[in-house]
């Protein structure tokens, strides 16, 4: 009987051990930082644009909401939560309450928000993040205002499924190896702003761009050309930028699912926090 009761004893010490093992083989390497991360919706959007995509970062532990602003057409800012000083890779959710309007009034707003996160809390980087016209009016942002008194430096910027070129697919034209050496064989007349104005921009920017591709034939998310979204890339390129590209393929690579897709969040989460 003894024996086996020591038989058992061991059993459990060892299952035990192996527990432990799996746990800290399964620990996430996300490095936690006091860092914000800002987001900016699309064309149209609204809670729901990055809400779940924050909501499935928080319950794996990678990062956590902690404040939401609302942007009114004058810009003024609403928030709700509060900015803590604790590391834990904080999230903060942005919406314009006015949320089809230009380019030049969001990069406006943005840096209304920034403002306010820099004079609030005393935030002097951020991390942004941007869908859809939110990435186009990122790179206005970061063009026009980045470098204005009380703005914080943006240290990592992920720009998602950005029409940059409009809604131009040059790959009838050009091939994608071309269009990220030499840029678009035809330039819309946003593109051709961001070149004028790319000067600006900050060479210490890590930038990564995502877009959608829904097929080996529809080369495009559905909405944005995937020529489109990449022809950021040799602007921040020839600006000594660094910049690496992601295409995200299949069904849920479409627009819209962009930021609710699974590879986004881990590309996101090794970028911003890996």
């Given at each position: 009987?003894?024996?086996?009761?020591?038989?058992?004893?061991?059993?459990?010490?060892?299952?035990?051990?192996?527990?432990?093992?799996?746990?800290?083989?399964?620990?996430?390497?996300?490095?936690?930082?006091?860092?914000?991360?800002?987001?900016?919706?699309?064309?149209?959007?609204?809670?729901?644009?990055?809400?779940?995509?924050?909501?499935?970062?928080?319950?794996?532990?990678?990062?956590?909401?902690?404040?939401?602003?609302?942007?009114?057409?004058?810009?003024?800012?609403?928030?709700?939560?509060?900015?803590?000083?604790?590391?834990?890779?904080?999230?903060?959710?942005?919406?314009?309450?006015?949320?089809?309007?230009?380019?030049?009034?969001?990069?406006?707003?943005?840096?209304?928000?920034?403002?306010?996160?820099?004079?609030?809390?005393?935030?002097?980087?951020?991390?942004?993040?941007?869908?859809?016209?939110?990435?186009?009016?990122?790179?206005?942002?970061?063009?026009?205002?980045?470098?204005?008194?009380?703005?914080?430096?943006?240290?990592?910027?992920?720009?998602?499924?950005?029409?940059?070129?409009?809604?131009?697919?040059?790959?009838?034209?050009?091939?994608?190896?071309?269009?990220?050496?030499?840029?678009?064989?035809?330039?819309?007349?946003?593109?051709?702003?961001?070149?004028?104005?790319?000067?600006?921009?900050?060479?210490s920017l890590v930038v990564e761009v995502i877009s959608?591709?829904?097929?080996?034939?529809?080369?495009?998310?559905?909405?944005?050309?995937?020529?489109?979204?990449?022809?950021?890339?040799?602007?921040?390129?020839?600006?000594?930028?660094?910049?690496?590209?992601?295409?995200?393929?299949?069904?849920?690579?479409?627009?819209?699912?962009?930021?609710?897709?699974?590879?986004?969040?881990?590309?996101?989460?090794?970028?911003?926090?890996?």
């Open positions: 009987m003894k024996r086996i009761g020591y038989v058992i004893v061991i059993i459990l010490v060892l299952f035990v051990l192996s527990a432990c093992s799996s746990s800290q083989s399964t620990k996430k390497t996300t490095k936690e930082s006091q860092t914000p991360t800002v987001f900016f919706h699309g064309y149209g959007g609204g809670p729901s644009s990055f809400g779940s995509m924050m909501q499935r970062l928080k319950d794996k532990g990678e990062a956590k909401k902690e404040l939401t602003l609302t942007v009114q057409e004058d810009g003024t800012i609403s928030a709700e939560g509060k900015l803590s000083a604790d590391k834990g890779n904080p999230m903060i959710q942005v919406i314009f309450q006015s949320n089809k309007s230009t380019q030049t009034n969001q990069s406006l707003w943005i840096a209304a928000v920034l403002h306010y996160l820099n004079v609030t809390y005393q935030i002097d980087k951020v991390n942004l993040v941007g869908h859809s016209m939110g990435a186009v009016s990122t790179i206005d942002y970061l063009e026009q205002h980045a470098k204005e008194d009380q703005q914080p430096n943006v240290a990592k910027v992920v720009l998602i499924a950005g029409p940059f070129n409009e809604f131009l697919d040059t790959f009838s034209s050009q091939s994608q190896t071309d269009l990220l050496a030499n840029g678009p064989s035809e330039q819309s007349a946003r593109y051709q702003q961001f070149l004028v104005d790319a000067s600006r921009l900050d060479r959608g591709q829904l097929s080996d034939t529809d080369l495009s998310d559905g909405i944005v050309p995937l020529a489109s979204s990449l022809a950021i890339v040799p602007l921040l390129k020839n600006q000594g930028i660094s910049v690496t590209s992601k295409i995200v393929k299949g069904s849920k690579a479409q627009h819209s699912q962009l930021h609710e897709n699974q590879t986004v969040d881990n590309l996101l989460v090794y970028f911003l926090w890996q």
